[in-house]
């Protein structure tokens, strides 16, 4: 085969191994919720001798970081987050209420629905009628935060 | 007047500081997409086209000086110093392995053909999953069992990860590869004098 023929036919393989691998990306991504009928759910942020309480009658925002946005734009309170892209497509919570990640004292803002600690991104994390979802800034330490 | 171009080789040195440039500014250019980066892929090549003392030399510059960026500009203290030491001596060693393999694999194999190219990147899918099962064991280590996570959960949420960074090793061994391979054959294009051959051919 001329080297040119094997050039190309490499080419052809590699753009096709690159749109396979994409796929596969995609396809072990989780989905974000999609939007629901409006739910009632409570929202309790925890800071460092402050705690912030949010419980809207109805609400359409389903997820964790959703609702909380909506309790930081309802009451004012600073919010600040690092989104990420594709493929995660999901939030990191750096700040709440003028309280920021402290990788110094390993304290992080986390939360958890209905006691159980996060298992996913908080744009992931799907919130349902009567759910209750805590923010926590604490040393990371599964269940035993959520209490 | 029409600009003469020779080439000219570049010795190693030179080469491996060509390497570690493109290193450096490609991680912290490419630091959005994570797992999308070019250092695997350099340390291949360090390994496979300049050997030696530069296997580890290349890679380990490159992490370094991305890192001093990285650590004291976008993460300043944000996380515990042991974490991030003990991280850091899985992804300086996991980098140092893929080029010492990249070297075994591929030094007897410099020859500017597709060929060439079309092995380097297949070896560096192997490569990049070995190297991300080692570093994610360096993670669990230092940072996810202290959360109490278990070490099947770190390579169960590593798997996606790890996908993307086969995405980008895939993207960049023909592209890095051929570039570099170019370098190493023929050198880099500087003005000068054309061969006497080609002065000829062009009278």
């Given at each position: 085969?001329?080297?040119?023929?094997?050039?190309?036919?490499?080419?052809?393989?590699?753009?096709?191994?690159?749109?396979?691998?994409?796929?596969?990306?995609?396809?072990?991504?989780?989905?974000?919720?999609?939007?629901?009928?409006?739910?009632?759910?409570?929202?309790?942020?925890?800071?460092?001798?402050?705690?912030?309480?949010?419980?809207?009658?109805?609400?359409?925002?389903?997820?964790?970081?959703?609702?909380?946005?909506?309790?930081?734009?309802?009451?004012?309170?600073?919010?600040?987050?690092?989104?990420?892209?594709?493929?995660?497509?999901d939030v990191f919570v750096t700040s709440i209420n003028g309280t920021r990640n402290d990788g110094s004292r390993n304290l992080w803002w986390q939360y958890c629905v209905n006691g159980a600690y996060a298992s996913q991104g908080a744009l992931h994390q799907e919130v349902r009628d009567g759910d209750i979802v805590l923010w926590v800034f604490a040393p990371p330490g599964g269940a035993e935060l959520c209490r | 007047m029409p600009l003469n171009l020779t080439y000219r080789k570049l010795p190693k040195p030179a080469l491996a500081l060509l390497m570690i440039v493109a290193g450096?500014?490609?991680?912290?250019?490419?630091?959005?997409?994570?797992?999308?980066?070019?250092?695997?892929?350099?340390?291949?090549?360090?390994?496979?086209?300049?050997?030696?003392?530069?296997?580890?030399?290349?890679?380990?510059?490159?992490?370094?000086?991305?890192?001093?960026?990285?650590?004291?500009?976008?993460?300043?203290?944000?996380?515990?110093?042991?974490?991030?030491?003990?991280?850091?001596?899985?992804?300086?060693?996991?980098?140092?392995?893929?080029?010492?393999?990249?070297?075994?694999?591929?030094?007897?194999?410099?020859?500017?053909?597709?060929?060439?190219?079309?092995?380097l990147t297949t070896i560096s899918v192997p490569l990049t999953i070995a190297y991300d099962a080692w570093t994610a064991f360096g993670n669990w280590l230092f940072i996810s069992a202290p959360l109490g996570q278990t070490l099947p959960q770190v390579y169960a949420m590593q798997v996606p990860f790890t996908l993307i960074h086969v995405f980008s090793s895939l993207l960049f061994a023909p592209i890095l590869g051929t570039t570099f391979l170019a370098i190493h054959t023929f050198g880099v294009p500087v003005p000068g004098e054309a061969p006497a051959e080609a002065r000829q051919d062009s009278q």
């Open positions: 085969m001329r080297e040119r023929t094997k050039a190309l036919a490499f080419l052809g393989v590699w753009v096709l191994s690159l749109g396979l691998v994409l796929a596969a990306v995609a396809a072990v991504q989780p989905a974000r919720p999609s939007p629901g009928a409006p739910l009632g759910a409570d929202l309790v942020i925890r800071g460092e001798g402050w705690t912030i309480e949010y419980s809207p009658a109805r609400t359409s925002n389903n997820t964790a970081f959703s609702l909380l946005r909506e309790a930081n734009v309802t009451f004012g309170f600073e919010l600040d987050w690092v989104e990420y892209g594709w493929p995660y497509e | 450096v500014a490609g991680r912290i250019l490419l630091a959005s997409a994570p797992n999308v980066e070019p250092v695997l892929i350099l340390s291949m090549l360090a390994g496979m086209l300049l050997g030696g003392i530069y296997a580890l030399v290349v890679p380990v510059s490159i992490m370094a000086l991305s890192d001093v960026y990285f650590y004291f500009v976008p993460y300043e203290g944000m996380y515990p110093a042991f974490s991030i030491l003990g991280l850091a001596a899985f992804v300086y060693s996991g980098y140092a392995f893929v080029s010492l393999m990249g070297g075994f694999l591929m030094r007897r194999r410099l020859v500017w053909r597709t060929r060439t190219i079309a092995i």
